[in-house]
């Protein structure tokens, strides 16, 4: 933004000098001096004027409110990444939970409490092969099928939960929230180029494969595993808070299986005709800010009714 467009926005937002306007933002005098002599507003005081800009229009200048226009995707973004970290943080500590129930708690050597081998590589690459499923790849079945991205959407769900856990057992909670925090950090597709999106997912296989055949080392497999797999979310239409909403959902949805009879095959999967998944995906789509107890509480409200 140049100097002179922020005389007239501060005006038309009812300041009447620019430096009424700096002290209502808290910059001192000499940084609008450093601004006239540049000539030049800095991209974060747009993005204020932008906010302020909702209470009140700016005048008719074309300049100007393509500007605004250009900051509100970033400003948008930047607000809902600075609760990523926390978000990252609670995901990472569930999925820690849910590893440490279901299979003890020294999962990370790579054995289960019933002597089981662990291969969380061999997890993804079966959960890639179940995404690419979800879409029409087949040259000779139903070949004009549209993708269901809804399935899509949950696959990769279920890759990140398997991904979190080989980061965990790699490193530790604190460093895998630095390790994928500015991953998170991206606007996802709108319109979804399927051809595409299954490259994309292929390369999460590979990525698999290489780290298992020791033709990649393991803790660069992982960082090239965090930036693919937002690759892949990018290009699928699926942003981090929807990504993080389905996990919290899909992560309650299994202890509370667990919890009702699953081991046992006493659970009921059909809840009134819908599947349990559908069920929980609609509560998801009417809470804005999702919480494990919350959801919990309204599946079992939701499965006494039956």
């Known amino acids: 933004m140049l100097y002179k467009d922020l005389k007239i926005v501060t005006k038309s937002l009812g300041f009447l000098t620019i430096e009424d306007f700096a002290k209502y933002i808290g910059v001192t005098p000499k940084e609008i001096l450093q601004w006239e002599q540049k000539e030049e507003v800095p991209y974060t005081i ?12 700016l005048p008719n200048n074309s300049t100007l ?12 973004l930047l607000e809902e990444a600075s609760s990523f970290p926390h978000k990252l943080e609670e ?8 590893n440490d129930s279901t299979n003890g708690k020294n999962w990370e050597l790579g054995i289960n409490k019933f002597e089981k081998e662990i291969n969380w590589l061999r997890c993804i690459h079966m959960e890639v092969a179940e995404l690419i499923d979800s879409a029409p790849w087949k040259h000779w079945k139903n070949i004009n099928a549209e993708p269901d991205m809804n399935n899509v959407h949950v696959e990769l769900v279920d890759i990140w939960h398997f991904l979190m856990s080989y980061i965990l057992q790699e490193t530790n909670v604190p460093k895998a929230v630095s390790l994928v925090n500015t991953h998170c ?15 994309e997912a292929e390369k999460l296989s590979y990525i698999a494969l290489a780290i298992q055949t020791n ?12 930036d693919q797999f937002f690759r892949c ?5 699926l942003s981090f808070t929807w990504l993080q909403k389905l996990y919290i959902g899909k992560n309650c949805l299994n202890k509370f299986r667990q919890d009702n009879g699953y081991k046992e095959g006493t659970y009921i999967k059909e809840w009134d005709g819908k599947e349990d998944n559908v069920i929980m995906i609609n509560i998801l789509k009417q809470t804005e800010n999702v919480s494990f107890k919350d959801l919990y509480q309204k599946l079992d409200d939701a ?3 039956l």
């Open 46 to 57: 747009s993005l204020i004027i932008h906010l302020l800009k909702g209470e009140k229009p």
């Open 65 to 76: 409110d393509n500007l605004v226009e250009e900051c509100l995707p970033l400003a948008t």
């Open 91 to 98: 995901m990472f500590l569930l999925q820690k939970e849910l």
């Open 185 to 199: 950090i991206y606007e996802a597709n709108e319109e979804v180029d399927v051809k595409a999106m299954i490259k």
């Open 215 to 226: 033709n990649m080392p393991s803790f660069s497999g992982i960082e090239r595993f965090i």
């Open 233 to 237: 979310c990018k290009i699928s239409g």
């Open 303 to 305: 499965y006494k009714s």
